[in-house]
Nanobody, 124 residues
Framework: QVQLVESGGGLVQPGGSLRLSCAAS????????MGWFRQTPGKEREFVAA????????WYADSVKGRFTISRDNATNTLYLQMNTLEPEDTSVYYC?????????????????WGQGTQVTVSS
């Protein structure tokens, strides 16, 4: 099993940056596909980014491509999301997720393990 804990959320002005972290427990983290999703009240959970177990292949939602970067450090069992040029539309609760076998990386139901979420608010 893997337990996930996000951190790094907060309030930032439009155009600013934040880096989210997701600390994973368990020895299987390095073999998992990991992803970031976000959800605002009244909306479905939305795919943001994903990364394969080696950190070689990365995928992004069109809305964040060129602004966000997903990365991982398997030595420390940590997943990151660097968010630059933030927009008010990025305001949401951000969740990290992981699983060993993920066939469709942008579908939340493919991921068995989830963190509790961290709030990101982009506002002036």
């Amino acid at each position: 099993q893997v337990q996930l804990v996000e951190s790094g959320g907060g309030l930032v002005q439009p155009g600013g940056s934040l880096r989210l972290s997701c600390a994973a427990s368990g020895r299987t983290f390095s073999s998992y596909v990991m992803g970031w999703f976000r959800q605002t009240p009244g909306k479905e959970r939305e795919f943001v980014a994903a990364i394969d177990w080696r950190g070689v292949n990365r995928w992004y939602a069109d809305s964040v491509k060129g602004r966000f970067t997903i990365s991982r450090d398997n030595a420390t069992n940590t997943l990151y999301l660097q968010m630059n040029t933030l927009e008010p539309e990025d305001t949401s609760v951000y969740y990290c997720a992981g699983d060993r076998d993920v066939r469709s990386i942008s579908y939340s139901y493919e991921y068995h393990y989830w963190g509790q979420g961290t709030q990101v608010t982009v506002s002036s």
